[in-house]
């Protein structure tokens, strides 16, 4: 007897390999009926026989292709019509998409054993992709996901790769991407005196100038690198001069994982990370020195080949390790269009290897690690954006538009949320404009119009997100305060909306509710019932605002001046320049003051007794410093820290730095004493405050959650504790996270009021 029924898969099932899987599964149980992508995933109309529909139904989800996210299955027996075959529809579009979208993925094995096969039609072809691999969220330009829709629409298919196309067995079959070098796009070299066409000359091209010390601008899959010989310091040091990248490290791509394995440490937890489908650039502890890649700073961002075109580099010889940078100015977002780059470039690149296939949109590198509690993503880009992190319970569309500093956007659409890629810090010009760009990419793709928005945003009065977002004409808004978003996070990517816990939020900067700036808080509650403040950090004055995050020795005049008996910091071993004298001044006189709880102006005030005088290059990075130089010295008493009436004081943990910095102990002890003093202090804070509010969950969340001596030392404290430590997993811990958080809690308010 014939049995029927309708079938809705959503989740990341475009662009995957999903209809020619469901059509092979269809052919494999002798079973009729169609297969079609639309705006909400893929539907299918399957008849046969009742126990063949059963093991269909059940091998969607078991056999799915790796590539693919399946959020749900719906099943719904209906009448069967007829049908005496299997089909691929063509895709419809009935009303607003709600689809996941797929990252890009990197290039399959199968594809590589052809582009290394001689006699291949698609050998050493740098766009060689199937259904398994290849661009995807970079290609996009609507949805549903085919080819018309992509960045592939000027490349007709011809006989050879049409026939795959079409053909079930073929594993292009459907690959919106597919081409070979008789119908697709091309390579080519670009110097200053010519142009070398060819897809072989232009990689051999680039190849030789790699090797000579040149920097090349590499077109990729969401936007351009500068490439040079890592192991070339002059190469190095040009690349950062002309970049006007003073100190910030480089991250650097290698041919295999054994040469990864020379550079590294790598556990198998960091091993499994590099080589996983998002091929992040993943930081581990450096084994060898390389000049001008990562001053003052003992790890590595490395990275795997992920594109047809960097395995062709590699294996055309090119040095085997290389630094693989965003293309750009120091703190501009990546170029990733080919006029606007060479324009941009000039004067930094030497050369520029093209790629004719446009981009889409700018996708940078993600940035991941394998951290204390888990893996942690530290940029979300190219590999996790845009998938959905979490499905939050609300029809509306809410658009949650993140901080100033390090921005993501999200989008949730019919609750599917969707997190963009990294943007930038928002103060650059091109940055914001990108910021603009990707709010109205994905509110179109999805088709939503700003009319119908919920908004999401920081609760601080000048942040230009914040300001944008109020300027979205018709939209109901939401100011949601920073450290609270942070926290609501985590909770998100678990959907645990009625989940009480401890929250704890330590970063830089963030707009408090009484106006101060916040940074070392404590919270109780959930994302249902709202979040009470119920500990901090003691306060400190911060002299001049913002200026004090680029200025250790002007965030620490602020801390420092509540401690009694303190040396003459301008002298041996501190020789505090005279910014801490003027900064001291602005404190005494209580003018252009701005009090703080802010953990991460703590770190700043240690980095500076420690020796961090001069200004910071990039944003965290005194902080940083600390924490590597702590990793050179063994284990030391922690400095006091106590928390005491829903406070933690830092008075006597600067008093005891200060002391032994004068009396000459090594800077590396003290640096380790300061961290572990700072991860007793939180472990205290977190005991009390868990038995005080009977909650045995403590979330994590911010900027100086980055920071992995302080995970790993709160973890040993932690050892044989009932506290559950709940951090980051699908979105950065740093401000790259927030929107998240912002669209949670920003759900919840208004459904209390729309119930």
Known sequence: MTSACDIRVRGVVQGVGFRPFVFRLAHANTLAGWVGNDGDGVEIHIE???????????????RSPAAASIEAIEVQDVEPTGLKDFTIRDSRLRARPSVGISPDLPVCVACLEELFEPGNRRYHYPYINCTNCGPRYSVILSLPYDRANTTMRDWPLDAFCGAQYIDPADRRFHAQPVAC?????????????????????????????????????????????????????????????????KEKPFALMVGTLEIARALVELSAETESLMASSARPIVLASAKVPLAGVSPGNDDLGVMLPYTPLHHLLFAGGAPEVLVLTSANRSSEPIAYQDQPAEERLAGIADAFLIGERPIARRVDDSIARAGAFGPVILRRGRGYAPSAVTTIP?????????????????????????????????????????????????????????????????????????????????????????????????LAERAAWDQRVLGVSFDGTGYGDDGSIWGGEFFVGSILEGFARVGHLRQAALAGGDGAARHPVQAAAGFLR?????????????????????????????????????????????????????EVTFEGQAAMWVEHLARSAGFAEPYEFPFDDGELDFRPLLQALAVDRRTGRDPGECARAFQRGIATGLFDAITVLCQTYA???????????????????????????????????????????????QAALATFDYLKHHA
């Open 48 to 62: 046969g026989t009742a126990p063949a529909l059963d093991v269909f139904v059940r091998s969607l989800a078991a």
């Open 181 to 245: 070098p008789d119908c697709g796009p091309h390579y080519f070299l670009r110097t200053a005196d010519e142009i070398v066409s060819g897809d072989d000359a232009s990689i051999s091209g680039t190849v030789d100038l790699l090797k000579a010390g040149a920097i090349v601008a590499v077109k990729g899959l969401g936007g351009y690198h500068l490439a040079c010989d890592a192991r070339n310091a002059t190469a190095v040091k040009s690349l950062r001069d002309r970049k006007f990248r």
């Open 394 to 490: 609300i029809a509306n569309p809410i658009l949650a538009t993140g901080a100033d500093l390090k921005n993501a956007v999200t989008l949730v659409v019919n609750g599917q949320a969707l997190v963009s890629q990294h943007i930038g810090d928002l103060d650059q010009y091109d940055a914001f404009q990108a910021f603009r760009e990707t709010i109205d990419d994905l509110t179109s793709m999805y088709q939503v119009r700003p009319e119908e928005l919920i908004v999401a945003y920081d609760a601080h009065p000048e942040y230009l997100s914040s300001t944008h977002a109020l300027s979205m004409s018709g939209a109901r808004s939401y100011p949601i305060q920073h450290h609270r978003a942070h926290v609501a996070s985590v």
């Open 562 to 614: 509540q401690l009694d008996g303190l040396p003459d910091l301008e002298a041996e071993p501190f020789h505090f320049p005279e910014r801490y004298r003027e900064s001291l001044q602005l404190v005494r006189k209580d003018v252009r003051i701005f009090p703080t709880t802010s953990v991460g102006r703590l770190f700043d005030a240690a980095a500076a007794l420690l020796g961090f005088t001069r």
């Open 695 to 741: 909650t045995d969950i403590a979330v994590l969340s911010g900027g100086v959650f980055q920071n992995e001596l302080l995970l790993h030392d709160l973890k040993s404290l932690l050892a044989g504790s009932r506290v559950d430590i709940w951090t980051n997993r699908s979105v950065p811990p740093n401000d790259g996270g927030i929107s998240l958080g």
